[in-house]
């Protein structure tokens, strides 16, 4: 991972520092586009969101932290093209939220980069997606209690790292006011703890939403969507998680905006300290884009 940091910070400085030949191929280069070319996956955990999804069972919050950014595009040729970007997110675990403050129990963090193709046909838009990224995980002070000096259900931290590339296969089809993703993919960790855990996961999954305006008309300013997200990993059996979500989006789909949402998720805890519990939570959030 040190010798990833090194490379990304070679590599951004280069590009910084040289304007010049970027500029000389503005048609080709483009340094920090707007936008991002690979929208996260929104039933996905592992994806970088700004928000918090509230559990009304246990009256418990997720909260998330984080984003994705383009650093660089590349337009190979007419509606193809390539992008390099970053990504540092974050979601935890509040295990109250009374008087204004948040008790942290565990979180998981995660940063690394991607490279993102796509190629835009006529009514479908064809994107792949590789990133590798470092994921660990923690107990922090909200699972402690002090008035025992001890961690709360007898639970301690756990050593959980996972260093793993991914890549997905995604392809957008459009219609006269919807648009559906479908996407494919899996990764494999080049370093994971505990070891017992299987290095390789798979995921599918789909994605709608209504509302795409037209060449004649501006963009919605709303749009309703769903979207379920299927993982098999091995922990160590594989076992599968869903994760489904239904909601509306006030702003443009490409765009900035603001989510209302329900979520249903099933299976393994996806706090990685407690990666063996199989779990069923419903909840109610929003979340923020700012592509």
Do not use: C
């Not at 922090?140 to 639970?155: A, F, R």
């Not at 509306?248 to 407690?274: A, L």
Request: hydrophobic share 35%.
């Amino acid at each position: 991972m040190t010798k990833f940091l090194l490379f990304t910070f070679i590599t951004l400085s280069t590009l910084i520092s040289y304007p010049q030949n970027l500029q000389e191929n503005e048609n080709t280069l483009t340094l920090f586009p707007d936008g991002l070319n690979f929208l996260p996956l929104r039933a996905s955990s592992q994806e970088a969101k700004l928000g918090i999804l509230y559990y009304p069972n246990s009256t418990n919050l997720k909260v998330d932290i984080g984003n994705s950014i383009d650093l660089l595009k590349i337009n190979m040729q007419e509606k193809e093209y390539l992008t390099v970007g970053i990504e540092f997110m974050a979601y935890a675990y509040s295990m109250s939220f009374s008087q204004y403050r948040l008790q942290i129990g565990t979180l998981d963090g995660f940063f690394g980069g991607n490279a993102a193709y796509t190629h835009e046909f006529l009514n479908n838009r064809f994107s792949t997606r590789l990133r590798y990224i470092h994921n660990s995980a923690h107990l922090v002070d909200g699972y402690y209690n002090n008035s025992i000096n001890s961690w709360l259900n007898g639970k301690t931290p756990m050593p959980f790292t996972r260093d793993f590339a991914e890549v997905i296969f995604s392809d957008e089809y459009s219609f006269s006011d919807y648009a559906i993703r479908p996407y494919i993919g899996g990764s494999y960790a080049a370093r994971i703890r505990p070891s017992i855990l299987k290095k390789e996961t798979f995921l599918t999954g789909i994605e709608a939403h209504t509302g795409l305006g037209t060449q004649t008309s501006k963009p919605p300013l709303y749009h309703f969507f769903i979207a379920y997200n299927f993982q098999l990993a091995g922990l160590p059996a594989y076992l599968g998680s869903s994760q489904f979500q239904a909601g509306i989006k006030f702003g443009e789909w490409q765009k900035k905006g603001i989510n209302f949402y329900i979520s249903y998720f099933k299976g393994n805890n996806m706090f990685n300290e407690f990666y063996y519990e199989r779990i069923e939570r419903f909840g109610v959030g929003f979340s923020v884009d700012f592509p």
